[in-house]
C-alpha cells in the first residue's frame, strides 16, 4: 500500500519562509514522479511544483516561479517544498502527490495523472 505523509504546515506571516516534506513508503520512489498541489478553502485544487524521478527536472507554475522551490531526496523516499516570501494567497492545504514513470512535462502539472495522495497539510499566512 503506497501511503504519502505531508508534514511541515503552520501558520506564518507574510514574508515569511516555511519548509514541507512528504516521505513516501510502499512504493519505489525512484520510480515516481512526484509533486505538490493546494486546495484552498472554496476553490479547487491547483498545481504547485513537481520534479521528475531523478529530480533533475522542476516545473513550477507561475505563481510561485522565484518564490518556492521543489527538490526530493530518493534514498530518503522524501520530496520537500521549500517556501519563501510567502504571501496570504498561498494559504491552502497542501497535498503531496505521486506518478508513476513515464511522464512528459505536459503531464506532471495535471492533477487526473497523479496515482497516490497524500492527506494534505494547512498552511496559513497571515498578512
Known amino acids: 500500500q503506497v501511503q504519502l505523509i505531508e508534514s511541515g504546515g503552520g501558520l506564518v506571516q507574510a514574508g515569511d519562509s516555511l519548509g514541507l516534506s512528504c516521505v513516501v513508503s510502499?512504493?519505489?520512489?525512484?520510480?515516481?514522479?512526484m509533486a505538490w498541489f493546494r486546495q484552498a478553502p472554496g476553490k479547487e485544487r491547483e498545481f504547485v511544483a513537481a520534479?521528475?524521478?531523478?529530480?533533475?527536472?522542476?516545473y513550477n507554475d507561475d505563481s510561485v516561479k522565484g518564490r518556492f522551490t521543489i527538490s526530493r531526496d530518493n534514498p530518503k523516499s522524501t520530496v520537500y517544498l521549500q517556501m519563501d516570501s510567502l504571501r496570504p494567497e498561498d494559504t491552502a492545504v497542501y497535498l503531496c502527490a505521486a506518478k508513476r514513470l513515464p511522464a512528459g512535462l505536459a503531464q506532471l502539472a495535471k492533477e487526473s495523472e497523479y496515482d497516490f495522495w497524500g492527506q494534505g497539510t494547512q498552511v496559513t499566512v497571515s498578512s
Open positions: 510502499g512504493a519505489t520512489f525512484g520510480l515516481l514522479e
Open positions: 520534479i521528475t524521478w531523478s529530480g533533475g527536472t522542476t
